[in-house]
């Protein structure tokens, strides 16, 4: 293998590669001095033959005292700059009116076996939704976790970020996150009584807690002792499942990671998933390989596994490109990938575990089938079509009636619903009923209870709609559509965009446009109505998602088609999708700006280095910029099946083509940009925002604004509050409007 890796330092000349003079005053925007970058101090690496210039990787050691008073100075200027922009106050406004007239909002309903209902509840005017419960959805609420409490106690801010009920709903396990950090500690509390039943559980990341049947433990996930000490790279690495017995509680019972069982020759970053196979004597494990989504299953006896000496037996493993597992009926339900993308359902019997023996329960057909999830007497399916979902139901007894392959014999039903959209399904093997949400682009999420009546004379249904709270619909001060188009990308590949605006919007060119993308992971952006959307909507503009290779809108061969040595045809799509609506009167490179966070930032950045006479204006989010040292970052080892690494060779051209840091060129013009990141997140390191400021900044000496909106009591974005996420909205659209040259979001100049 050719790969070799230099480091040398060069100070006092200049390189000719992505090193650029250095500037030596601040730059001067909206009456405020923007600190210049600090001194470039080149590192060059050699991957492959190729010499890669990193004039800023000092930045990435975000501890450092002069790296941290530079930050400071970069906030606290861009902080005044939008406190310049005149309009800005008027979003926030319109904002918290929608907030405030939106209701009370409901998330991450979940049931117990016996009926108990706990879910995340924000009232208006509530910056952090607090856990509640009741007996049944009748019973009376009441108040469990109240992380405002915390907040005020503590003095910064706290979130619950998952909760995990006992089978009988008496116990539950929540974490509990500060300052947006997605490590934290994991609680275990009675519910009656709220009472602590030991200490609070540190190194909590995704906790993923599964209760025993009894209630009488729970296995969760936890980061190794000593994780913040260890390299970046190593930190999240050999995550283990560790077990709390409640009987003689010990929070540091670890049974698996993946160097215990060294021989299942599972990589660092894999997390198994330990959990109990009801009905039967055995654990099973489902294990993640960080962000590829294909998963692998294992099982062994269950007290072999609590003494640290499990045999595990492969049920399956990735090249069976299983997305999604569930279980019920006596059945494990797989949702695979493999020769069908977009996706086909498997069935096993718990007594069987051998893929060999799996049954096709509903092939590959036109629509994606998207998730799964089982309810006492059913397997229910939602199978994505054009821009709505359907929900179908797979009665159990059909399914176990079932010989051989025998797909056709299957009862199939497709449940009618009170509105058509985008349906999301919260189903439990406890309960026949099902929680059904329903949204678009311009209606807001509705919930209904749809309860099947299954006999042998009847096949009818009940459906009524959910109200936790009191039903609010929303006020809109203007008619919003919503419109899908097909865009034909640079090689001919039709993408799929959606365009919400005023139904009296005129096709003049010259309307406020924002284009967002995404296109990592597989992950599609579903139809939900946004606040944020809706107010730059309202106000003239046009909001855009393109829905673009990487991402999953057309099943797994469309995220095929935008990762590692594919990956271009993401940021690719996104110019696509902007000449587009600019050639048919949408909008104009002036008026245009491009959004997107996390792995969003390859869509913004490549997009605007590539074709900076597209935008106007850019905004990246917690984004991901420099691909090539993107595996030095805390998350990143975890992140390789998506991006690729530079140990292999096609895989490092990629990682530097798709990298906007090392794209962008000295004197060229490019958009007005601010970057936006919590500096606590530990998912996508701040350093990768600190770097490409710079690049940038130092490029176009003070052309453009290049500005860093950092908020130190934020990370990737779980986690904050309402009025943080609020005011971001805020800020970047006033940013855009600025840029766009609208009136009233002009600084008064000085």
């Given at each position: 293998?050719k790969?070799?890796?230099?480091?040398f330092c060069?100070?006092g000349?200049c390189l000719?590669?992505?090193?650029?003079a250095?500037?030596?005053?601040?730059?001067?925007?909206?009456?405020?001095?923007?600190?210049?970058?600090?001194a470039?101090?080149?590192?060059q690496?050699?991957?492959?033959?190729?010499?890669v210039?990193d004039?800023?990787?000092?930045l990435?050691?975000?501890?450092d005292p002069?790296?941290m008073?530079?930050?400071?100075?970069?906030?606290?200027?861009t902080?005044?700059?939008l406190?310049?922009i005149?309009?800005?106050?008027?979003?926030?406004?319109?904002l918290?009116e929608k907030?405030?007239?939106?209701?009370?909002?409901?998330?991450?309903?979940?049931?117990?076996?016996?009926?108990?209902?706990?879910y995340?509840?924000?009232?208006?005017?509530?910056?952090?939704?607090k856990l509640?419960?009741?007996?049944?959805v009748?019973g009376?609420e009441?108040?469990?976790?109240?992380?405002?409490a915390?907040?005020?106690?503590k003095?910064?801010?706290?979130?619950?970020?998952?909760?995990?009920?006992?089978?009988?709903?008496?116990?539950?396990?929540?974490?509990?996150?500060?300052?947006?950090?997605?490590?934290?500690h994991?609680?275990?509390?009675?519910?009656a009584?709220g009472k602590?039943?030991?200490?609070?559980?540190?190194?909590?990341?995704?906790?993923?807690a599964?209760?025993r049947?009894?209630?009488?433990?729970?296995f969760?996930?936890?980061?190794?002792?000593?994780?913040e000490?260890m390299r970046?790279?190593?930190?999240?690495?050999?995550t283990?499942?560790?077990?709390?017995?409640?009987?003689?509680?010990?929070?540091?019972k670890l049974?698996f990671n993946a160097?215990?069982?060294?021989?299942?020759?599972?990589?660092?970053?894999?997390?198994?998933?330990?959990?109990?196979?009801?009905g039967?004597e055995?654990?099973?494990?489902?294990?993640?390989?960080?962000?590829?989504?294909?998963?692998?299953?294992?099982?062994?006896?269950m007290?072999?596994?609590m003494?640290?000496?499990?045999?595990?037996?492969?049920v399956?493993?990735?090249s069976?490109?299983?997305?999604e597992?569930?279980?019920?009926?006596?059945n494990?339900?797989?949702?695979s990938?493999?020769?069908a993308?977009r996706f086909?359902?498997l069935?096993?019997?718990?007594t069987?575990?051998?893929?060999?023996?799996a049954?096709?329960?509903?092939p590959?057909s036109?629509?994606v089938l998207?998730?799964?999830t089982v309810?006492?007497?059913?397997l229910?399916v939602?199978?994505?079509?054009?821009?709505?979902?359907?929900l179908?139901?797979?009665?159990?007894?059909?399914?176990?009636?079932?010989?051989?392959?025998?797909?056709?014999?299957?009862?199939?039903q497709?449940?009618s619903?009170?509105?058509?959209?985008?349906?999301?399904v919260?189903g439990s093997?406890?309960?026949?009923d099902?929680?059904v949400?329903?949204?678009?682009?311009?209606q807001?999420?509705?919930?209904?209870?749809?309860?099947?009546?299954?006999?042998?004379t009847?096949?009818?249904s009940?459906?009524?709609?959910?109200?936790?709270?009191?039903?609010?619909e929303?006020?809109?001060?203007?008619?919003?559509v919503?419109?899908e188009?097909?865009?034909?990308?640079?090689?001919?590949?039709?993408?799929?965009v959606?365009i919400i605006?005023?139904?009296?919007?005129?096709?003049?060119?010259?309307?406020?446009t924002i284009?967002?993308?995404?296109?990592?992971?597989?992950?599609?952006?579903?139809p939900?109505?946004?606040?944020g959307?809706?107010?730059?909507?309202?106000?003239?503009?046009?909001?855009?998602?393109?829905?673009v290779r990487g991402?999953?809108?057309?099943?797994s061969?469309?995220?095929?088609a935008?990762?590692k040595t594919t990956k271009?045809?993401?940021?690719k799509?996104?110019?696509?999708?902007?000449?587009?609506?600019?050639?048919?009167?949408?909008?104009?490179?002036?008026?245009?700006?491009i959004?997107?966070?996390?792995a969003?930032?390859?869509?913004?950045?490549?997009?605007?280095?590539?074709?900076?006479?597209?935008?106007?204006?850019?905004?990246?989010?917690?984004?991901v910029?420099?691909?090539?040292?993107?595996?030095?970052?805390?998350?990143?080892v975890a992140?390789?099946p998506?991006?690729?690494t530079?140990?292999?060779?096609?895989?490092?051209?990629?990682?530097?083509?798709?990298?906007?840091?090392?794209?962008?060129?000295?004197?060229?013009?490019?958009?007005a940009?601010?970057?936006?990141?919590?500096?606590?997140?530990?998912?996508?390191?701040?350093?990768?925002?600190?770097?490409?400021?710079?690049q940038?900044s130092?490029?176009?000496?003070?052309?453009?604004?290049v500005?860093?909106?950092?908020?130190?009591?934020?990370g990737h974005g779980?986690?904050?509050?309402?009025?943080q996420?609020?005011?971001?909205?805020?800020?970047?659209?006033?940013?855009?409007l600025?840029?766009m040259?609208?009136s009233?979001?002009q600084?008064?100049?000085?």
């Amino acid at each position: 293998m050719k790969f070799i890796k230099l480091n040398f330092c060069f100070v006092g000349f200049c390189l000719s590669f992505s090193v650029f003079a250095q500037p030596s005053k601040a730059f001067h925007f909206a009456g405020i001095d923007i600190p210049p970058p600090l001194a470039a101090q080149n590192v060059q690496d050699v991957y492959w033959g190729v010499t890669v210039n990193d004039p800023y990787r000092f930045l990435e050691q975000v501890k450092d005292p002069v790296v941290m008073t530079w930050m400071k100075g970069q906030a606290d200027a861009t902080e005044s700059i939008l406190k310049q922009i005149p309009g800005r106050a008027s979003i926030m406004a319109s904002l918290k009116e929608k907030d405030s007239v939106g209701g009370t909002v409901i998330s991450a309903i979940t049931r117990t076996e016996l009926g108990r209902w706990f879910y995340l509840k924000r009232e208006q005017g509530q910056s952090q939704a607090k856990l509640v419960w009741r007996d049944g959805v009748a019973g009376e609420e009441r108040l469990l976790i109240d992380p405002e409490a915390v907040t005020k106690e503590k003095g910064r801010p706290h979130a619950i970020q998952s909760f995990h009920p006992s089978p009988d709903g008496k116990l539950l396990a929540y974490g509990m996150h500060a300052s947006g950090s997605e490590i934290g500690h994991m609680h275990v509390i009675e519910v009656a009584t709220g009472k602590q039943l030991l200490p609070p559980i540190d190194r909590v990341r995704f906790a993923g807690a599964s209760w025993r049947k009894n209630g009488s433990g729970l296995f969760f996930s936890r980061l190794r002792p000593g994780f913040e000490s260890m390299r970046s790279t190593e930190r999240f690495a050999d995550t283990g499942r560790y077990y709390l017995d409640l009987s003689q509680p010990n929070p540091d019972k670890l049974i698996f990671n993946a160097s215990m069982y060294a021989e299942l020759k599972l990589p660092s970053f894999a997390t198994g998933y330990v959990q109990e196979l009801p009905g039967t004597e055995l654990a099973g494990m489902v294990v993640n390989f960080g962000v590829d989504r294909r998963l692998a299953m294992y099982v062994a006896n269950m007290d072999d596994v609590m003494n640290g000496k499990a045999k595990w037996r492969e049920v399956f493993n990735q090249s069976a490109d299983i997305r999604e597992v569930d279980m019920g009926h006596g059945n494990v339900y797989l949702r695979s990938a493999l020769n069908a993308p977009r996706f086909k359902i498997l069935k096993l019997k718990l007594t069987q575990l051998d893929l060999k023996s799996a049954e096709t329960l509903l092939p590959e057909s036109e629509g994606v089938l998207r998730a799964m999830t089982v309810s006492q007497d059913a397997l229910n399916v939602t199978r994505r079509e054009g821009v709505n979902t359907a929900l179908l139901r797979l009665p159990a007894a059909s399914i176990n009636a079932l010989g051989g392959s025998g797909s056709s014999k299957l009862d199939l039903q497709k449940v009618s619903l009170p509105i058509e959209g985008n349906v999301t399904v919260v189903g439990s093997v406890d309960h026949p009923d099902l929680i059904v949400a329903v949204s678009s682009w311009t209606q807001a999420l509705r919930r209904y209870v749809y309860a099947p009546t299954t006999s042998s004379t009847s096949n009818t249904s009940q459906i009524v709609r959910l109200n936790l709270a009191p039903p609010v619909e929303p006020i809109q001060r203007a008619e919003i559509v919503a419109r899908e188009v097909m865009v034909p990308s640079h090689d001919g590949v039709r993408v799929p965009v959606s365009i919400i605006m005023r139904k009296d919007t005129l096709l003049n060119g010259k309307n406020p446009t924002i284009l967002y993308g995404y296109g990592a992971y597989g992950t599609t952006e579903e139809p939900a109505r946004s606040n944020g959307v809706m107010a730059w909507v309202e106000r003239g503009g046009i909001y855009v998602y393109a829905h673009v290779r990487g991402g999953g809108a057309l099943g797994s061969q469309w995220h095929e088609a935008g990762h590692k040595t594919t990956k271009f045809n993401t940021w690719k799509d996104g110019i696509a999708a902007a000449e587009w609506l600019i050639a048919n009167g949408y909008t104009s490179a002036a008026k245009l700006g491009i959004y997107g966070g996390s792995a969003g930032g390859i869509f913004v950045g490549r997009a605007i280095t590539e074709r900076p006479d597209l935008f106007a204006v850019a905004v990246p989010s917690v984004p991901v910029l420099d691909m090539v040292r993107s595996e030095q970052r805390a998350n990143g080892v975890a992140n390789i099946p998506e991006y690729g690494t530079v140990k292999v060779e096609p895989e490092f051209h990629a990682l530097l083509r798709n990298s906007s840091y090392h794209a962008v060129k000295e004197g060229v013009k490019y958009p007005a940009t601010m970057l936006m990141h919590g500096v606590n997140d530990s998912r996508v390191d701040v350093w990768q925002s600190l770097k490409f400021a710079s690049q940038l900044s130092s490029a176009q000496k003070g052309a453009q604004p290049v500005l860093l909106r950092l908020d130190y009591q934020a990370g990737h974005g779980s986690g904050s509050s309402a009025e943080q996420a609020m005011q971001r909205t805020a800020e970047f659209q006033s940013f855009m409007l600025w840029q766009m040259g609208e009136s009233g979001f002009q600084p008064e100049r000085k």
